[in-house]
Structures are given as C-alpha cells and as structure tokens.
C-alpha cells in the first residue's frame, strides 16, 4: 500500500462557549467564545510562568528541572553535574515579558556557576545544541550579556569534535563534555539537522565560518543520499553515509531536520537549502500525505518504494503543519492543524501518540509540549496578525492554553501527564525545559503586543529560541 496523497480535510469550525477565565469542558475543542481583548490572557500566561519561576527558584535553583508535584528537581544532562537548563531556556522568554529582575538572576548564575565542560556523561549533540547553545544565543541576544555568549561558544567547541572527526561530516550522536569521549556511530535525522540555525548564528556573532560550514556539510550528506524518490531515511551511520533504517517520515526522530532545512534559507538565505527544501517537500507530500477518516496525515513510508509502514501520529509531528504554512503550503497547514484539533474532541490535551484509524491513543502521555501551540502561531504570523483570517489561530490557541492549565497546573507550575485518557488525567512529576522557551513564549506572543518583538521580521529556532526580532526596548 503506498500513500494516497492529498485530499486536504475541513477545517473544525469554532462553536459558542465560554469567555476568558472560565473552565472549558474537556471533551470537545473549538468552544471558546471568540474574544478580541487578548491583553488578559497574556497576563495570565505571564503570571503562570513567574508563579513556576518562584517555584523553580525555591526549589530547585540551578537544578535543570523543576519537579513540581514532589517539590523537588532532578537533571537533564548528567545526575551529578546541573548545568541550571531552566535558566538557560528561559532567558529570552523572561526579556520578552520583561522579566527583568528574573532575567538578571539567571545571567547572575551562569556567570558564576555554569561549567558544562564539567558533565561528565555521554550528552546529545542535538539536545545540547537546541537547548543550551540555542538558550545562551538568544539569551545573548536580548541582553548582550557577554557571558552568554561566551559559554555558547564553549559548549558548541566541546560539540564540534564530533563534526570534525566524522568522515562523511555527519556528527557522532553523543559527547562526553569531560573526558571528550565522542560515542554514537549511528545517528537519527532530527540529530544530525538540527543544528544550523544555532551553529549559523554563532558563526555570525564570533565571525567564524567553521560552526556554520560544519552544520551544513552534515545536512548536506544526508540530502544527497535520498532516494530516488527524493525520500530521506531514518537513521544513518555516520561513519560510513549508509542508511541504517530507511523509514521515511516528518515525524520523530526526523522532525526538526525538515524545519531547519527551510530554516537555514530563511535566516541565512542559503539557496541551497531552499532549493533542497522543495525537492524534499515534494517528495513528502506526494508519499506521505494521506486521507484518513477525512483529515489529512503524514504516513511513514519506506523512502525508496513508498509503501506505507504505519500510519499512527506523533504529537510532535503536529509543527509539521506550521512549517508548511511557513514554506507556503498554508492549505495543506490549516489541513494538519485541524486534524490535530479533531483529537481534541476525544482527549482534553494531545497525547503522545495518534492512530488516526482507530482514533485513539498509542501513547497516553502528555509531555506538556509545545508543537501543537508552535503551529498555531507559525500559521497565524504567516496569515498576518492584523488579518480577520488570522484571529481562529489565536482562538485554537487560546483553547489549548486553557486545556493545558486545566490539567497541567499544579501548586508549584505546570507537569507534564502520564495518562490523559482518564478522568482527571494522571500527573506525572516535571516541567520540561521547552515548556519555559517554547509555548509559555508563543501564547505571549499571540495575546500581547510584545515590545520587545518584531512581529514582522523573525525567526525562532526549533526550541522557540529567538535568533531574529528580538527587539532593545
Ligand atoms: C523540543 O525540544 C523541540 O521542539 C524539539 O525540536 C522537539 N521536542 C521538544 C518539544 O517537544
């Protein structure tokens, strides 16, 4: 069976319901009132990340997770060594919500007690980059902290090995940032692509081309092995350029290869990676688009044949549909979008995992992420905030938000959910690190005038870092 391509599905039209402030029912999506005043829920959003930020600090100072139904913290990176990853990932969030105090608090710890090049285990290439290079570099941004950019610049030296000594320059997967021991012969797509926009921006801000040569001879090596129906693999060996699993997807671990393929033509104006984003685009959407139940999703499929391997959905393919509507396939975005919003009327968050055949969860948890919000936003920037057409984004946003604190909020922040089928949902016991730099940034944006934000002229990085359009005021 191969994909049967696009019949784009309606979109989930917004009934009655009620205003701002008022709890919505967990069943069914689309019922909030329409409101044009957003100034409050901005306000709101606002005041929940400063109620979890206090919470973070009483708790859980310089730790790099808030565990807030135990009151504790725990680690991301190496149990033994914090490297404060809260901090890091909230910088340019606090700036834009003029979190000023806050803001200084955090520059204050790292400057006085970052020392990634003390982890001492095997960390993520990928993870580091997107989160700590991405944080520090925003970071950097908004402030122009020194410091910040400086520790950004040393944890990409303790990645860059890993280029280095790859033959075919795809990275190594993981580094040990203590012994410089580099591990990981195979590597999945979203690892090895999700790099340039950070490493390109370093390379801007130092003036040296290696970071942004690097992430590109590695994105490179992947796009010419595609097949010859321009389809990209899974997983790769990164020594010898085979393919080590040949699925082809949008979703994990591929994901955010696709967004930073167009990402680097949209903050660098690359040609190349506009025009390999199209090739890639087109060989998507002609294999892996498909109708299911009247909503389009994205199958995965063997990328040299095009049979189908399964069909069931990750939540964190749900950015795919703003990515479309940035590389202006907008149609096809509002298409996904509303797909995921029809998984709405069945459970009060996304969960993890979609079979849209049966229509119910493969995953039951919920890792209080961004990508459903991450579309929303991407589709109502590219609409034009001002336009009429733009306003159900805001809406759909809106909705997710008050679902999302509904069943998140907790006494010290927002958790994450192990079980969103059940009635209450079942927590579990953390605040993810993108839950500070990611969606608590994008529903702010959505619902304030932000000053500090170029609306017009932006680019935020696969962790919502800002790396264009922060604004010194
Ligand atoms: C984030 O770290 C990034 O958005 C990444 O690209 C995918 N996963 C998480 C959020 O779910």
Known sequence: MTATGLVAAGGLGLGEGPAYARQVSPARPGIGR???DWRPVAEDVRRELLHTWNA??????GHDHLLPVSGGHGEFFDDAHPVGLTI?????TLYLMRLDDELAEGVDWIEESLDFSAVNANVQVFETNIRMVGGLLSGYLATRERTLLRHARQIADILMPCFERSPTGIPYRFVNPSTGEISGVTNPLAEVGTIITEFGTLSRLTGDPKY?????????AVIDRRSELDLLGTEINVETGRWVNDTATIHPPVDSFFEYVWDAWDLFGDTDFRDWYAVLTRAILKHEATTINGHLWFARVDKDHGEVVTVDQSELGSFYAGLLGQSGHRRLGDAYLASWTSVLERYPVLPEGYDPVSGTATD???QLRPEYVDSCLNLWLVTGRNNPASQKYRELAYEYYLRQKKHSRVANGWTIISDVTTSPVKHGDLTSGYWWSEQMKYWYLM??????FDYRNNYLSTEGNIFRGLLRR
């Open 447 to 452: 619902f304030t005038d932000a000053r500090r």
């Open 212 to 220: 942004y040569r690097a992430a590109k001879r590695a994105m490179k």
């Open 56 to 61: 973070y600090k009483r708790l859980a100072w």
């Open 88 to 92: 890091v990932e909230a910088l340019d």
């Open 364 to 366: 039951k948890g919920n």
């Open 34 to 36: 329409p409101i044009r």
